[in-house]
């Protein structure tokens, strides 16, 4: 059915569900999962009156986000592999998560997206918007979203 799943995650709740679901879904199609983290690039703009961070700081910065995501990627992983899944974790730094997401779908020639939404609605759905919409928008491939 699937060879290779890839799932977003963000080390939130929520996507620990879409986590487990997605090893469940390749233990049981014998797929290889690959456990995506996007992580941010810091911004290099600065609003009036703030105070702009060094380069240095803006190195650790991100250095700390990627290695944050590492650990979460690597969570999925030793997860995965309890239940006799190969995951290959894998970072990506963008500010638009749902490229990042379908790039990486692409890149490693995913047969299926597995994510959560996060289920906003209202105002703050329609002000911060949805990656989970997006993908789903935009993505070639099928998306299981789990909710």
Not at 44 to 52: K, N, V
Not at 79 to 88: L, M
């Amino acid at each position: 059915m699937y060879s290779r799943i890839l799932v977003a995650t963000d080390g939130s709740k929520l996507s620990k569900k879409a986590v487990d679901s997605a090893i469940n879904l390749a233990a049981l199609c014998g797929a290889e999962l690959i456990a995506l983290k996007v992580v941010p690039r810091y911004p290099q703009s600065y609003f009036e009156g703030s105070i702009p961070l060094s380069t240095e700081d803006v190195s650790r910065v991100e250095q700390q986000w990627a290695a944050d995501g590492q650990e979460i990627v690597d969570a999925v992983k030793k997860a995965g592999e309890a239940k006799g899944v190969k995951v290959k974790p894998v970072l990506a730094k963008s500010d638009v998560v749902s490229d990042a997401l379908i790039a990486a779908a692409k890149k490693h020639k995913a047969d299926i997206i597995v994510m959560a939404s996060h289920g906003r609605k209202g105002v703050k759905r329609l002000l911060l918007g949805s990656e989970t919409q997006q993908v789903l928008t935009h993505s070639e491939i099928p998306v299981l979203v789990l909710r």
